[in-house]
């Protein structure tokens, strides 16, 4: 399967941006998709990650309450919504599909950047 991230560009703190990892090449049916992110120097970091099948997500809790991640069944899409962004959410954003336990899909990031 290949993976599509899109969404990402410069907003002020406080804002608000929505990803979209779409995919092609296979449907996301019995997947788990991830999103993670990384800035240059740390290592990459969990984010969120939903079960296609039964919709169970979850959140690390440096995002809990702030984003919110969601599926479409019939543009076989993710996306990431996330309010209330501050500046240590600037990172490139990379989803990323497989099992919970290895991810064995990615799609090329998208620069998330928020200024404050």
């Known amino acids: 399967v290949q993976l599509q991230a899109s969404g990402g560009g410069l907003v002020q703190a406080g804002g608000s941006l929505r990803l979209s990892c779409a995919a092609s090449?296979?449907?996301?049916?019995?997947?788990?998709v991830a999103w993670f992110r990384q800035t240059p120097g740390k290592e990459r970091e969990f984010v969120v990650r939903i079960n296609w099948g039964s919709g169970i997500t979850y959140y690390s809790e440096s995002v809990k309450g702030r984003f919110t991640i969601s599926r479409d069944n019939a543009k076989n899409t993710v996306y990431l919504q996330m309010n209330t962004l501050k500046p240590e959410d600037t990172a490139v954003y990379y989803c990323?599909?497989?099992?919970?336990?290895?991810?064995?899909?990615w799609g090329r990031g998208t620069q998330v950047t928020v200024s404050s």
């Open positions: 990323a599909a497989g099992s919970a336990d290895f991810y064995g899909y």
């Open positions: 090449g296979r449907t996301f049916s019995k997947l788990t």
